[in-house]
């Protein structure tokens, strides 16, 4: 059966409150975690927080399976923030952002690709920035994600193909590139 398009809309906005769910129980989570140094149960604190919109989520799964993937590979996804905003120190990055970039970058790099594409994944994350974060935050979710997901891609071609691409780039487009600020390049990275 063909998925018709109020029901992708449908299944978009409601991935969208289960990210937000998400985010309003990992900012709780990180909160105690990190200010009052208390381990709260993330799950309980999901379950609680999806009572007031049960009713509007059919697919509750989605957000235990990000949230799974963030709890299995919480220490590699901040090693990828560390590594991708070096000028950042992980416990000083607001703690919205923070958690933006968790749960952005679970999808990204621990989720399927075929349930949430790369970009989606990224795009998403923005919208939460927008919504949720401070008057930069899109740009620096942005930055930090397009930055990941620029690396799993050259990572992810085979030598030959990073070769031909190297080689085939004109020096016009290399000048042009390495002539941008770092803050100009962040901006433009989607």
């Known amino acids: 059966m063909a998925i018709g398009i109020w029901d992708l809309i449908y299944t ?6 289960c990210r937000s769910i998400l985010l ?31 009713e509007m989520i059919d697919e509750p799964d989605f957000i235990f399976r990000i949230a799974k993937n963030l709890a299995d590979h919480l220490p590699e996804i901040d090693d990828f923030i560390k590594k991708a905003a070096p000028t950042w120190p992980l416990d000083q990055i607001n703690i ?11 999808e990204l790099v621990f989720g399927n690709p075929e349930e949430v ?12 920035a927008k919504t949720f974060g401070g008057d930069s935050s899109g740009k620096f979710i942005n930055g930090v994600l397009g ?6 891609e050259k990572s ?10 190297e080689v085939s780039t004109p020096k016009s487009v290399e ?8 803050k100009e390049s962040s ?4």
């Not at 992810?156 to 070769?163: L, R």
């Open 24 to 54: 309003q129980s990992l900012y709780e989570w990180d909160f105690y975690k990190s200010k009052e140094n208390r381990e709260l149960d993330l799950v309980a604190l999901i379950d609680r927080n999806m009572q007031a919109v049960a």
């Open 117 to 128: 594409p790369p970009k989606v994944a990224i795009n998403e994350a923005i919208e939460l």
């Open 96 to 106: 919205v952002d923070r958690n933006i970039l968790r749960i952005g970058l679970s």
């Open 156 to 165: 992810s071609k085979p030598e030959n193909e990073k070769d031909e691409a």
């Open 12 to 17: 978009m906005a409601t991935r969208h409150l």
């Open 187 to 190: 901006e433009d990275l989607l």
């Open 175 to 182: 000048k042009k590139s390495t002539s941008k600020t770092k």
């Open 147 to 152: 930055t990941v997901f620029r690396e799993l």
